[in-house]
């Protein structure tokens, strides 16, 4: 385990958080520091905090204690696409945005994602994977400082998964936003982050730096081990969604 430096002007710096419901205290005393174009993966076991940790950053629920600095409005890509099905694609990917060029972005933003031809589409036309490169578009469109990801590939197939991850990493390293993703899979945190974090008891209680040439192979048995998983060989091509999940 090694431990956070905090770095210059982070896009997030959260110190000794504290969320409560009701009696029950979710988050205890937990701190977090994620560099701007840093990608950060948050694993753990159901119902440990992390969606509630990635909804006190987005500003979506109060704190209870300590303090949060990110950015007033981070784009959030959910495990569901949100998409309004009443509007077109291209509006769905301008919300929020000034009317004036609103179309041009969005036209520009579809094209990153590969559905530059389909702006006039309707999300009820799209299958799942694209209504998530909608969802991500929607997201990149408003040039966030940070992007919080909560499962937003738990719904695909391997394959469509494995193409969503190579155009996530295209797409991050484009546009170098801090990157908080929430997911259940350690393949998909290795494939994915610069770092991996883990939690448990409301804090984060373990955390793996992917840089340096680390193997992925070890890097990914440490960390089932770490969440008391006993590894087993990954499959060659196209694991399962739920390969190698902690549910």
Request: hydrophobic content about 45%; glycine content about 8%; proline content about 6%.
């Amino acid at each position: 385990m090694s431990l956070s430096v905090v770095p210059a002007n982070p896009a997030v710096l959260v110190r000794r958080l504290i969320r409560r419901y009701g009696e029950r205290t979710v988050i205890d005393g937990l701190d977090l520091t994620i560099a701007r174009g840093e990608f950060v993966a948050l694993l753990g076991e159901s119902g440990c905090g992390k969606t509630t940790l990635l909804r006190a950053l987005s500003g979506l629920d109060p704190i209870d204690g300590g303090s949060v600095e990110a950015p007033r409005r981070p784009a959030v890509v959910f495990q569901e696409h949100r998409l309004l099905p009443w509007e077109s694609l291209w509006r769905n990917v301008s919300l929020g945005l000034a009317a004036d060029g609103a179309r041009e972005r969005a036209a520009a933003a579809l094209s990153e994602v590969g559905l530059g031809d389909r702006l006039d589409d309707w999300p009820r036309n799209l299958s799942g994977g694209q209504a998530q490169r909608v969802a991500l578009a929607r997201a990149l469109v408003q040039e966030p400082e940070l992007l919080l990801l909560d499962e937003p590939f738990a719904a695909l197939d391997a394959l469509t998964r494995l193409r969503m991850h190579a155009l996530v990493k295209e797409l991050i390293a484009r546009h170098r936003p801090g990157v908080l993703l929430v997911t259940h899979d350690v393949d998909e945190a290795v494939a994915l982050a610069d770092r991996v974090l883990l939690m448990r008891d409301g804090a984060i209680a373990y955390e793996r730096r992917l840089a340096g040439g680390a193997a992925p192979q070890a890097v990914r048995d440490e960390l089932l081990a770490e969440l008391g998983v006993a590894a087993t060989p990954r499959a060659p091509a196209f694991p399962t969604p739920s390969s190698h999940s902690v549910v």
